[in-house]
């Protein structure tokens, strides 16, 4: 494109044209959704396994790998992912935003159990539910911003579970285990391993 | 009529700002990806928006290169909306 003068038609035609390019741009990548698909299932999975050989409740401890692994790749990610792309638009942003709020949220949520743990309650079994219910609603946001199918049905089954945790929780029901870890990875590959896959798929066959 | 602002009513500038529009910011390699220019004269129209107050220029580093991140400021945004409107008017929209 070179530097000329143009008839007021043109110069319509011109604008149409970026316009579309934009619009046209690079769906982005699902490569962090991945990420914490992958890294929730694969501590659920380990927890499980080391509690039902060892019983012995410091496995528990490993939770906090997710938070800590997740919270240092995820901005690392998002750079890069920025770079590779070139381009920020405003439904990044708002997305953006929108995981900043997921992570604070749960930031305090932690902070409050470690707070009602200190005054011997043992809160803990929220942060089962608590994850199931901000995380699907951020990620049908993001779908429905962005426009993606597999993030709002990944969020939707989420957040069904989210709100059965929540009930068996208000309902004194226990979350034992054998049945509720395989069912907390399941809703993680609902909700974060398969709309990743979908997302990249989509991406390369953009490129 | 209106005249069109002569700062906008230029291919490149025109291409520049109708992206920077549609996105909260765009990098210089972006930029002459979607606009197919050279770096050279990209980087004079850049320069020519940013004095006209219409865009804003951040350069920084990723590792050791620079990058430069262009931004519309209120005042493009005004200006690429009364250009627009000052189009209609000459196309009778």
């Known amino acids: 494109m070179e530097e000329k003068k143009m008839t007021e038609r043109e110069s319509l035609e011109l604008i149409t044209s970026m316009i579309q390019r934009t619009r046209e741009r690079y769906i982005g990548d699902g490569n962090i959704l991945l990420m914490w698909g992958y890294l929730t299932v694969i501590v659920t999975a380990l927890v499980w396994i080391m509690l039902v050989m060892t019983h012995n409740p410091a496995w528990n401890w490993l939770w906090f790998a997710i938070g800590i692994v997740g919270g240092i790749a995820t901005p690392i990610m998002s750079r890069k992912s920025d770079l590779k792309s070139g381009v920020k638009s405003y439904s990044d942003k708002i997305t953006s935003q929108i995981w900043t709020i997921v992570g604070l949220a749960s930031v305090v949520a932690t902070v409050f159990c470690f707070g009602f743990g200190l005054k011997g309650f043992n809160a803990w079994g929220m942060m089962f539910a608590i994850p199931l219910l901000i995380v699907p609603m951020a990620e049908m946001a993001q779908g429905i911003i962005v426009k993606e199918r597999s993030l709002v049905v990944g969020g939707a089954i989420g957040l069904c579970v989210g709100l059965f945790t929540f009930c068996c929780i208000v309902g004194n029901a226990r979350l034992l285990i054998n049945w509720f870890l395989p069912l907390f990875m399941v809703a993680f590959a609902c909700m974060m391993i398969i709309p990743g896959h979908v997302i990249n798929h989509k991406a390369r066959q953009q490129r | ?93």
Do not use: W
Request: proline share 1%; charged share 25%.
């Open chain 2, 1 to 93: 009529m209106k005249e069109l602002d002569p700062i906008l009513h230029s291919q490149l500038r025109l291409a520049v700002m109708s992206i920077l529009m549609n996105v909260e910011e765009a990098d210089f390699v972006y930029l002459k990806e979607q606009t197919e220019s050279t770096a050279g004269n990209l980087s004079v129209q850049i320069d020519k928006l940013s004095n006209a107050g219409y865009i804003t220029v951040t350069k920084g580093f990723v590792g050791k290169k620079t990058r430069t991140t262009c931004q519309v400021t209120e005042q493009g945004r005004k200006a690429f909306e009364e250009y627009v409107e000052a189009l209609k008017g000459y196309l009778n929209l």
